[in-house]
């Protein structure tokens, strides 16, 4: 499995990104995907996660903002991101695993697979 994520850059606070998670393998359909970001000198901080049943979680930080989305015809997770904020600022990462638990979902060392950050930066 590899995860390929892409879609940040630099925008102004209020404006809206739309980040894409790129899954590779036979997988996708029966996954848990996730995205986690990592602030500046700050630990990795979960985001959210949609299960193979779509059913999806998010941080209360993100809540109301942000949608996680997925198209299993493409193999790709999305994490629309709007009314965004300088504090969004980090890197984002997208993550996936083949079992989940709704107590663990937030929790990085739950996912097995990890893709290649990329960075979102939200000026003021």
């Known amino acids: 499995v590899q995860l390929q994520a892409f879609g940040g850059g630099l925008v102004q606070a209020g404006n809206s990104l739309r980040l894409s998670c790129k899954y590779s393998?036979?997988?996708?359909?029966?996954?848990?995907v996730g995205w986690f970001r990592q602030p500046p000198g700050k630990e990795r901080e979960f985001v959210a996660t949609?299960?193979?049943?779509?059913?999806?979680y998010y941080a209360d930080s993100v809540k109301g903002r942000f949608i996680i989305s997925r198209d299993n015809t493409k193999n790709t997770v999305y994490l629309q991101m709007d009314s965004l904020k300088p504090e969004d600022t980090a890197v984002y990462y997208c993550?996936?695993?083949?079992?989940?638990?709704?107590?663990?979902?937030?929790?990085?060392?739950?996912?097995?697979?990890w893709g290649q950050g990329t960075q979102v930066t939200v000026s003021s």
């Open positions: 993550a996936a695993d083949m079992t989940f638990s709704p107590h663990t979902v937030r929790i990085g060392n739950s996912y097995r697979y």
């Open positions: 393998g036979r997988t996708f359909s029966s996954s848990a």
């Open positions: 949609i299960t193979w049943r779509d059913g999806t």
